[in-house]
């Protein structure tokens, strides 16, 4: 598998999204895994939550920091991956599978389509010092 799957779009916080249905799933990308060290805690809002175009949903803690978690478009939160309460290393271990974090149903999908591909987002990376 390549560290970018072709098949999600990305963000520059370095979160990743998944058309699933009609539903949009989250989560973060292997550069910010990478960053973060052994995740150790994921805080995510519950299930019913409103969230804004990169507005705050959730925080993550590692062994080496405490980030914010930003959703890459407005909807309302509909799942939320519990698992993460007591297996957080799943972020470590499977960041696109079983490490997601929260699915959302959009308020507008089309906002999907204005997030960066795979391509677009490794360019973004190797931009930055």
Same mark, same amino acid.
């Given at each position: 598998?390549?560290?970018?799957?072709?098949?999600?779009?990305?963000?520059?916080?370095?979160?990743?999204?998944?058309?699933?249905?009609?539903?949009?799933?989250?989560?973060?990308?292997?550069? &910010?895994?990478?960053?973060?060290?052994?995740?150790?805690?994921?805080?995510?809002?519950?299930?019913?939550?409103?969230?804004?175009? %990169?507005?705050? !949903?959730?925080?993550?803690? $590692?062994?080496?920091?405490?980030?914010?978690? !930003?959703?890459?478009?407005?909807?309302?939160?509909?799942?939320?991956?519990?698992?993460?309460?007591? &297996?957080?290393?799943?972020? %470590?271990?499977?960041?696109?599978?079983?490490?997601?974090?929260?699915?959302?149903?959009? $308020?507008?999908? $089309?906002? !999907?389509?204005?997030?960066?591909?795979?391509?677009?987002?490794?360019? !973004?990376?190797? $931009?930055?010092?």
């Amino acid at each position: 598998m390549s560290d970018y799957p072709s098949d999600l779009k990305y963000t520059n916080e370095h979160e990743w999204a998944k058309r699933d249905g009609d539903l949009i799933r989250i989560g973060i990308t292997l550069h &910010a895994v990478e960053q973060l060290g052994d995740v150790t805690l994921v805080d995510l809002p519950e299930v019913g939550t409103q969230v804004e175009t %990169n507005g705050h !949903f959730g925080d993550i803690e $590692s062994v080496k920091a405490v980030s914010e978690l !930003f959703s890459p478009l407005a909807g309302e939160i509909v799942e939320v991956n519990e698992r993460l309460a007591e &297996a957080p290393e799943l972020v %470590n271990d499977a960041p696109y599978g079983e490490g997601w974090m929260v699915a959302i149903r959009p $308020s507008d999908s $089309s906002q !999907f389509d204005g997030l960066m591909d795979a391509e677009a987002y490794q360019e !973004f990376l190797a $931009s930055r010092p």
